[in-house]
């Protein structure tokens, strides 16, 4: 049921718009289940540069959310320097020929928005979200910055300014210094593209030049490597006629061959103990790898995750922080993103501060314990039905506000080549069985393909060598 | 407690939910000849608000939405906060507040997670400094359900032995943690520079406090807190108001206040001594800075005014202090500053995280922003570009059913009137640039603001000299 067509094969489909649904339905429904189902409008248009357009109408508020995706990543930086596709990122609001440096946030402000950007492993976002009247000079700014940038050397020293002291506020003088999504990737994963650190060292930083800039900008930032999507107070024909005026004239720019950076589970499990030095209550992260995108397992592997760690219910709280009483909390992710938002090697992460009366041996083992069960017995009716509700109500939750809304579907675009996979989604999770969550525990959630950093305070490290020191003739 | 994870992105800034403030560029930048004028904005959508209060004291508002098939529930409960903790029992409202699911008289802690799941929701509670706030949400169809769920946890939390003694040990395993963190230490101690011995200036909790916490205690702050004629619940979603405002009814009508209510709290001195604190972090690779002062309540004056003033100087990428201190310096990740309003006090405060190198140089810009707030008119076109900047900041937050439930709930527990809401754009229009200067002077004024380092003292401290005597405090 899960599609695995690749992006490159759905361009061809894109040429026309598809018009998918017919918008969200607020007729006083009969059945509860009819009450509880929305489907998102999603209209797809493909410029003749390439650049993919997607209009997600609603007039319930005289407001746009507008998400433009480019299709590269920090697996993508060139080698020698770590953390170039966020330092670039930044530089997308450094300005332009046409619109200096200050102009953008200037005009955002001035039109009632906000603005953002991000950096994932697989693509890069800038979102935008404002009363419908600055519809128009959002997307031009949009336009302009994919034309070109303003080259120039004294921001791109003022950004490798701020970029050290996001990582020195986030990491370095944080306790840890995000171990369980930086450190705990290095370790599980073989390839380079996969197990660098997308922050970046502050080495690689500096060297960054304004080739690089150039080059990077070249090769990966053009209407082609790009999604464009609009949710709120603009109609289809509307949102198409502005998509063509602003970057219509874009010319499509060469981008890259692709990289393999597939890699397979891991066959033994990698484990690493470190100290930190500002934490004061220890902490464990274990990381599995997951199932590709695309995968009949992606459905079913969301389905197990709530089913361990989707909130207070979940077996991991019930039977870790609650239950056995070792862990203070449990939180899991998947890499940065969602289980719906990668497209290429990627962690199931647990996440979870423990109490020092235990240690991560016994937490691991009750972990165990949990999969165990679930691989033997399954999951009962009534707890699948459950899970799936939850899931399906945490689905449009996230699609609620129009910025994330039109973030999701450019995220959608990008990574499987289909916005409207935004409804199906429900169907998918809908259709997993207890067999399917059983499979994909005893497939993913092994110990082989086990990845465990166990994060101790410097002092707690300590203790125990000097007390065996002093133990000793 | 709470992990956040959300690196990577440009700044750490919550473009969701609440009425965010922003600010402007400080050398202007000329637009460009090509880009395209804004439209004609839209009439302005004001919130309609169906209100009922039944007949013991509880005030239900609706307001039904056509958005996703979800209904969303706040419970706010005034005076029930951290100002109603005692002063040898600070954050006790939190604990009270995470202990309320955590088992009723007829479900446990695990039944009600589960019923929360089954519904496609959630519920949960956390205490501000002025009340409780429960918040809940359900699919449409499960509305009724969450409701029932919603009363029970409010009005029969069990506070079982076995979950109080588990939060007890989480909380001061959690309270170890949090420590770790500059930004908590310097948040306690800016907060006590702030309001003294004020209820508000003791909000985080301490070990001592969290040891002397029992479930009896619990059940009698419970008991003396909740009552229905100082709450308020307010719905939003897909719901009409008659069936909302009956199933309210089903599930609350027979609450019953006991005793007397809690007194309202005195007021938190309007200025206080400045205070100047280093806060000891060996090994420190950044210097945390903080600043403030007294500020103004919700419902002071001069409260719109004062919200404009914080958009200008210090709230979002183009605000003064952080064009100066991140766009134009390169000293910090962020930058911020402003005011933050509750029901009998408020707090003026700003700062950023910086490199150790550039400590004393972005406190001098800190000063020297707060200095010119206070002393020029800021120029017409940034008055008018924030203006609609914070209108914008409102239609885009009131998008979302369940922010407009709580910024609903939130300003009735800091005393603002329903209608607050839907008259902040107009009334944000008419204020000038001659009462953005004087907010400025008064609350702004670069001699009255405390500060409060967190930092290494050997890297940092020949850089505070000069300004002024700074005391130290070891960790």
Same mark, same amino acid.
């Given at each position: 049921?899960?599609?695995?067509?690749?992006?490159?094969?759905?361009?061809?489909?894109?040429?026309?718009?598809?018009?998918?649904?017919? +918008?969200?339905?607020?007729?006083? %429904?009969?059945?509860?289940?009819?009450?509880?189902?929305?489907?998102?409008?999603?209209?797809?248009?493909?410029?003749?540069?390439?650049?993919?357009?997607?209009?997600?109408?609603?007039?319930?508020?005289?407001?746009?959310?507008?998400?433009?995706?480019?299709?590269?990543?920090?697996?993508?930086?060139?080698?020698?320097?770590?953390?170039?596709?966020?330092?670039?990122?930044?530089?997308?609001?450094?300005?332009?020929?046409?619109?200096?440096?200050?102009?953008?946030?200037?005009?955002?402000?001035? /039109?009632? /928005?906000?603005?953002?950007?991000?950096?994932?492993?697989?693509?890069?976002?800038?979102?935008?979200?404002?009363?419908?009247?600055?519809?128009?000079?959002?997307?031009?700014?949009?336009?302009?910055?994919?034309?070109?940038?303003?080259?120039?050397?004294?921001?791109?020293?003022?950004?490798?300014?701020?970029?050290?002291?996001?990582?020195?506020?986030?990491?370095?003088?944080?306790?840890?210094? /995000?171990?369980?999504?930086?450190?705990?990737? +290095?370790?599980?994963?073989?390839?380079?593209?996969?197990?660098?650190? /997308?922050? +970046?060292?502050?080495?690689?930083?500096?060297?960054?030049?304004?080739?690089?800039?150039?080059?990077?900008?070249?090769?990966?930032?053009?209407?082609?490597?790009?999604?464009?999507?609009?949710?709120?107070?603009?109609?289809?024909?509307?949102?198409?006629?502005?998509?063509?005026?602003?970057?219509?004239?874009?010319?499509?720019?060469?981008?890259?061959?692709?990289?393999?950076? @597939?890699?397979?589970?891991?066959?033994?499990?990698?484990?690493?103990?470190?100290?930190?030095?500002?934490?004061?209550?220890?902490?464990?992260?274990?990381?599995?790898?997951?199932?590709?995108?695309? @995968?009949?397992?992606?459905? %079913?592997?969301?389905?197990?995750?709530?089913?361990?760690?989707?909130?207070?219910?979940?077996?991991?709280?019930? +039977?870790?922080?609650?239950?056995?009483?070792?862990?203070?909390?449990?939180?899991?992710?998947?890499?940065?993103?969602?289980?719906?938002?990668?497209?290429?090697?990627?962690?199931?992460?647990?996440?979870?501060?423990?109490?020092?009366?235990?240690?991560?041996?016994?937490?691991?083992?009750?972990?165990?314990?949990?999969?165990?069960?679930?691989?033997?017995?399954?999951?009962?009716?009534?707890?699948?039905?459950?899970?799936?509700?939850?899931?399906?109500?945490?689905?449009?939750?996230?699609?609620?506000?129009?910025?994330?809304?039109?973030?999701?579907?450019?995220?959608?675009?990008?990574?499987?080549?289909?916005? @409207?996979?935004?409804?199906?989604?429900?169907?998918?999770?809908? @259709?997993?069985?207890?067999?399917?969550?059983?499979?994909?525990?005893?497939?993913?959630?092994?110990?082989?393909?086990?990845?465990?950093?166990?994060?101790?305070?410097?002092?707690?490290?300590?203790?125990?060598?000097?007390?065996?020191?002093?133990?000793?003739? | 407690?709470?992990?956040?994870?959300?690196?990577?992105?440009?700044?750490?800034?919550?473009?969701?939910?609440?009425?965010?403030?922003?600010?402007?560029?400080?050398?202007?930048?000329?637009?460009?000849?090509?880009?395209?004028?804004? $439209?004609?904005?839209?009439?302005?959508?004001?919130?309609?608000?169906?209100?009922?209060? #039944?007949?013991? =004291?509880?005030?239900?508002?609706?307001?039904?939405?056509?958005?996703?098939?979800?209904?969303?529930?706040?419970?706010?409960?005034?005076?029930?906060?951290?100002?109603?903790?005692?002063?040898?029992?600070?954050?006790?409202?939190?604990?009270?507040?995470?202990? #309320?699911?955590?088992?009723?008289?007829?479900?446990?802690?695990?039944?009600?997670?589960?019923?929360?799941?089954?519904?496609?929701?959630?519920?949960?509670?956390?205490?501000?400094?002025? $009340?409780?706030?429960?918040?809940?949400?359900?699919?449409?169809?499960?509305?009724?359900?969450?409701?029932?769920?919603?009363?029970?946890?409010?009005?029969?939390?069990?506070?079982?032995? =076995?979950?109080?003694?588990?939060?007890?040990?989480?909380?001061?395993?959690?309270?170890?943690?949090?420590?770790?963190?500059? $930004?908590?230490?310097?948040?306690?101690? !800016?907060?006590?520079?702030?309001?003294?011995?004020?209820?508000?200036?003791?909000?985080?909790?301490?070990?001592?406090?969290?040891?002397?916490?029992?479930?009896?205690?619990?059940?009698?702050?419970?008991?003396?807190?909740?009552?229905?004629?100082?709450?308020? !619940?307010?719905?939003?979603?897909?719901?009409?108001?008659?069936?909302?405002?009956?199933?309210?009814?089903?599930?609350?009508?027979?609450?019953?206040?006991?005793?007397?209510?809690?007194?309202?709290?005195?007021?938190?001195?309007?200025?206080?001594?400045?205070?100047?604190?280093?806060?000891?972090?060996?090994?420190?690779?950044?210097?945390?800075?903080?600043?403030?002062?007294?500020?103004?309540?919700?419902?002071?004056?001069?409260?719109?005014?004062?919200?404009?003033?914080?958009?200008? #100087? =210090?709230? *979002?990428?183009?605000?003064?202090?952080?064009?100066?201190?991140?766009?134009?310096? $390169?000293?910090?990740?962020?930058?911020?500053?402003?005011?933050?309003?509750?029901?009998?006090?408020?707090?003026?405060?700003?700062?950023?995280?910086?490199?150790?190198?550039?400590? =004393?140089?972005?406190?001098?810009?800190?000063?020297?922003?707060?200095?010119?707030? *206070?002393?020029?008119?800021?120029?017409?076109?940034?008055?008018?570009?924030?203006?609609?900047?914070?209108? *914008?900041?409102?239609?885009?937050?009131?998008? !979302?059913?369940?922010?407009?439930?709580?910024?609903?709930?939130?300003?009735?527990?800091?005393?603002?009137?329903?209608?607050?809401?839907?008259?902040?754009?107009?009334?944000?229009?008419?204020?000038?640039?001659?009462?953005?200067?004087?907010?400025?002077?008064?609350?702004?004024?670069?001699?009255?603001?405390?500060?409060?380092?967190?930092?290494?003292?050997?890297?940092?401290?020949?850089?505070?000299?000069?300004?002024?005597?700074?005391?130290?405090?070891?960790?």
């Amino acid at each position: 049921m899960i599609q695995t067509t690749r992006r490159a094969v759905l361009g061809a489909l894109g040429a026309a718009a598809l018009a998918l649904t017919s +918008g969200p339905s607020f007729a006083a %429904p009969a059945a509860a289940a009819r009450a509880d189902r929305w489907d998102v409008p999603v209209h797809v248009k493909k410029l003749d540069n390439g650049l993919t357009v997607i209009i997600s109408p609603d007039p319930s508020s005289p407001t746009v959310g507008i998400s433009v995706v480019y299709k590269v990543g920090m697996r993508l930086e060139p080698r020698n320097r770590t953390g170039f596709a966020h330092l670039f990122e930044h530089l997308m609001f450094q300005g332009t020929p046409k619109a200096p440096k200050g102009v953008f946030d200037k005009v955002i402000t001035s /039109g009632g /928005g906000n603005n953002n950007g991000s950096t994932r492993a697989d693509f890069t976002n800038y979102i935008e979200t404002a009363p419908s009247s600055a519809l128009d000079a959002m997307l031009w700014l949009e336009a302009d910055r994919m034309t070109t940038l303003d080259f120039n050397a004294a921001t791109l020293k003022n950004q490798q300014d701020v970029v050290k002291e996001e990582i020195r506020v986030n990491v370095q003088n944080q306790p840890y210094g /995000g171990f369980m999504w930086i450190d705990i990737g +290095g370790l599980a994963f073989d390839k380079w593209e996969n197990k660098h650190d /997308g922050y +970046g060292s502050f080495v690689d930083l500096e060297n960054a030049n304004l080739d690089d800039v150039r080059a990077f900008h070249r090769d990966f930032y053009g209407p082609n490597n790009a999604v464009l999507s609009i949710a709120g107070d603009v109609t289809p024909a509307q949102g198409f006629a502005l998509a063509q005026k602003y970057f219509g004239k874009i010319p499509a720019r060469p981008t890259p061959k692709p990289t393999d950076f @597939s890699e397979g589970l891991n066959t033994a499990e990698r484990r690493l103990t470190q100290s930190d030095k500002l934490a004061q209550v220890p902490a464990i992260a274990a990381a599995w790898k997951l199932p590709e995108r695309g @995968s009949r397992d992606q459905a %079913p592997f969301a389905v197990l995750g709530q089913l361990l760690a989707g909130g207070d219910a979940s077996r991991l709280y019930q +039977g870790l922080v609650k239950g056995r009483e070792l862990a203070l909390n449990v939180s899991s992710f998947y890499g940065l993103t969602s289980i719906w938002e990668y497209d290429g090697p990627t962690l199931f992460t647990l996440f979870a501060l423990y109490k020092p009366t235990t240690n991560a041996d016994v937490l691991l083992g009750a972990i165990d314990e949990e999969v165990a069960r679930i691989v033997k017995d399954g999951v009962d009716d009534a707890t699948l039905k459950n899970l799936k509700t939850a899931l399906l109500a945490d689905w449009y939750n996230d699609l609620e506000m129009f910025l994330r809304r039109a973030d999701r579907l450019a995220k959608l675009q990008a990574l499987w080549g289909d916005a @409207s996979v935004v409804n199906k989604v429900p169907g998918w999770i809908e @259709s997993v069985t207890s067999a399917d969550v059983q499979r994909v525990a005893a497939t993913y959630l092994t110990r082989a393909n086990r990845s465990v950093i166990d994060r101790k305070p410097a002092a707690m490290l300590a203790a125990p060598a000097a007390a065996k020191a002093a133990s000793q003739p | 407690m709470k992990t956040r994870l959300s690196p990577i992105t440009r700044a750490g800034l919550a473009l969701s939910a609440t009425l965010a403030l922003a600010g402007t560029a400080l050398a202007a930048p000329e637009l460009p000849a090509e880009l395209p004028p804004f $439209g004609k904005d839209k009439p302005l959508v004001v919130p309609k608000i169906t209100q009922t209060t #039944l007949p013991n =004291g509880l005030q239900v508002w609706v307001v039904p939405r056509n958005g996703i098939p979800r209904v969303d529930f706040v419970l706010a409960v005034r005076g029930a906060g951290l100002g109603a903790d005692a002063p040898d029992a600070p954050g006790r409202a939190k604990l009270l507040a995470g202990l #309320l699911s955590e088992g009723t008289a007829t479900r446990s802690s695990r039944q009600i997670a589960e019923a929360a799941q089954a519904m496609g929701g959630g519920v949960g509670a956390a205490a501000s400094n002025d $009340g409780i706030r429960i918040s809940a949400n359900a699919l449409a169809s499960r509305a009724g359900d969450m409701m029932q769920l919603l009363a029970d946890v409010a009005r029969r939390p069990a506070f079982p032995e =076995g979950e109080v003694q588990l939060a007890k040990a989480n909380a001061l395993q959690g309270l170890k943690a949090s420590g770790a963190q500059p $930004g908590f230490r310097a948040a306690k101690a !800016l907060d006590g520079a702030i309001y003294g011995d004020h209820a508000y200036g003791r909000t985080q909790e301490t070990e001592a406090a969290i040891t002397a916490l029992t479930a009896e205690g619990l059940r009698a702050e419970h008991a003396r807190r909740f009552r229905p004629d100082h709450a308020l !619940l307010v719905i939003t979603g897909r719901i009409d108001a008659a069936k909302a405002t009956q199933l309210a009814r089903e599930a609350f009508g027979d609450w019953k206040a006991t005793g007397e209510p809690l007194p309202e709290l005195a007021a938190p001195p309007a200025t206080m001594p400045v205070q100047r604190l280093l806060l000891e972090r060996p090994g420190s690779v950044q210097a945390t800075l903080r600043l403030g002062r007294p500020g103004m309540a919700a419902s002071g004056d001069e409260q719109v005014a004062l919200r404009l003033t914080s958009a200008i #100087l =210090g709230t *979002g990428f183009s605000s003064r202090v952080n064009i100066n201190l991140r766009e134009e310096k $390169g000293y910090t990740y962020g930058a911020r500053a402003g005011g933050v309003s509750w029901r009998v006090g408020g707090a003026i405060t700003g700062g950023a995280d910086v490199r150790n190198e550039v400590t =004393g140089a972005a406190m001098t810009e800190y000063l020297k922003e707060y200095r010119r707030i *206070g002393t020029e008119p800021v120029p017409e076109a940034e008055m008018a570009m924030n203006k609609r900047y914070m209108a *914008g900041s409102y239609l885009v937050s009131t998008q !979302l059913q369940g922010s407009l439930g709580q910024q609903l709930a939130g300003n009735w527990l800091v005393g603002l009137p329903a209608d607050f809401l839907g008259k902040f754009v107009p009334a944000l229009q008419k204020v000038t640039a001659a009462e953005v200067q004087a907010v400025g002077k008064k609350y702004f004024n670069p001699d009255e603001q405390s500060w409060v380092v967190v930092g290494d003292a050997e890297k940092i401290g020949e850089q505070l000299k000069a300004f002024g005597e700074f005391k130290v405090v070891k960790p």
